[in-house]
């Protein structure tokens, strides 16, 4: 019988990419993936170390696995692997802190995960790989073990070099490294003709994607080997094309021109600020003050198409005053996000930021938290209620959790839209009159079913 093999996954986009190149991998070397930590012979957690509440979350999990498999009576306990940032940062020390894992399996191990399990099955304990990808590996996933029929994650660059002082991803990521082009479109010709209708082209700075050579873009125009990429993605007639996330230094307007030409490179742009305050923005190293962000949102804002932007902003950074934090208050009124993720600020040891003094007391970092929130709300209600009458292209992806007779999907500005419809099913794109805008998402009805 094959053994089986049960893939967690915590974190971002990229992780769950990896866990679907991971997936490929141990089918083809003869394993079983199973949807159940039950019945698993193997059991990996592909893991998140950006801030220390996902850290944490994986411990919780080791002892939950562990305990599951003792009150289960199973003879043989499953093999437990941990991948992904925390294992690349932590290594060894997971071993001595968690007796129950077998497997530590760094963020570029990927490919080798069947030969470690195999040999931590052959007896060997402590089986490690932190090493780096090598010569030859190529991204590789099977349709099979996608996460949806439909939308695809398609990276094209991994690791990050900025080292902004707060993030701990250049350390459990590496250094950045581009895709070869024509290896990306030619993934996304692909799943084009397997049915897929959305892809996301994802990477920590998919703006500063760098490939060693040409090959694929020669045909294109662009500023930037990251526009000509969209401009190659573009014309494989995929349906719908989005990317994120994109870095402000290196975000050049050529890409709002990409958008211009190209209707299927779809209207969201996803560029985390961080701050507001310039003081803030110098400590935490990412080498773009407001008024540059504000330029780059200023030739967003002037662009013919509607262009849906959204962000992240960390609360709460040390040294943060009040005074920051209010620059960060207007900057969020001035850039009229259609969506924000805020954070508060999570020291991460081994970056620079952990070492610096001034702190801001935790009470503090969640009422600024609940200020920045209660603003965007009220800022974002203007936005979503200006959809209302409007009509939308949306990829249906399911039957809505609230109700049976509703189907929920994105649109092309990647807003989650609810709608009342018997008739259409996943995978089809239609055309939604919206009817009423909530909190987080848009509510309407069936227009027409678009050509699909
Ligand atoms: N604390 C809080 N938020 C963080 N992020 C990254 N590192 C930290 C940290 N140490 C946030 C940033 C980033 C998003 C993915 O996570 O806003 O854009
Ligand atoms: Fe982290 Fe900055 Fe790199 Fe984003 S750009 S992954 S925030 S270091």
Known sequence: MKSKVYIETFGCQMNVADTERAATGLRKAGYELTASAEAADVVLLNTCSVRERAERKVFRRIGEIRNEAKRAGRQKKPLIGVMGCVAQLEGETIFQNSPAVDLIIGTRATDRIPSLIERARGGEAAVIDLDERQEGEVWDVSPAERRSPYVAFVPIIEG????????????????????????????????????????????????????????????YSGA???????????????????????????????????????PNLCDWIHLPVQSGSDRILKAMRRGHNSEDYLRRI????????????????????????EEDFENTMRLVRACE???LFIFKYSQRAGTPAATLADVVPEAEKKARFIALE???????????????GRTVSILVEKESARSSEDMTGHSTCHKVVNFRSRKSQPGEIVDVLISQAKPYSLYGELMSKQAN
């Not at 573009?234 to 990409?258: C, E, L, Y």
């Not at 209600?381 to 959809?387: A, F, Q, T």
Request: aromatic share 10%; glycine share 6%.
């Open 160 to 219: 990050c070099n900025k080292f902004c002082s707060f993030c701990i991803v250049p350390y459990s990521r590496g250094r950045e490294k581009s895709r070869n082009a024509l290896e990306i479109v030619n993934e996304v010709q692909r799943l084009r003709s397997l049915g897929y209708k959305e892809i996301h082209l994802i990477g920590q700075n998919v703006n500063s994607y760098r490939p060693k050579s040409q090959e694929g873009l020669e045909r």
């Open 224 to 262: 930037t080997a990251f526009s000509r990429l969209l401009r190659a993605v573009a014309d494989t007639g995929m349906q719908r094309i989005k990317f994120t996330t994109s870095f402000p230094r290196d975000f050049h307007t050529d890409i709002v021109s990409a958008l211009e030409e190209c």
């Open 298 to 321: 200023d030739a967003i804002r002037s662009s013919k198409r509607r262009l849906s932007l959204t962000s992240d902003i960390i609360v709460g950074f040390p040294g943060e005053s």
């Open 337 to 339: 996000y259609d969506g």
């Open 374 to 388: 209660g603003l965007q709300e009220s800022m974002q209600s203007k936005i979503y209620n200006s959809y209302v």
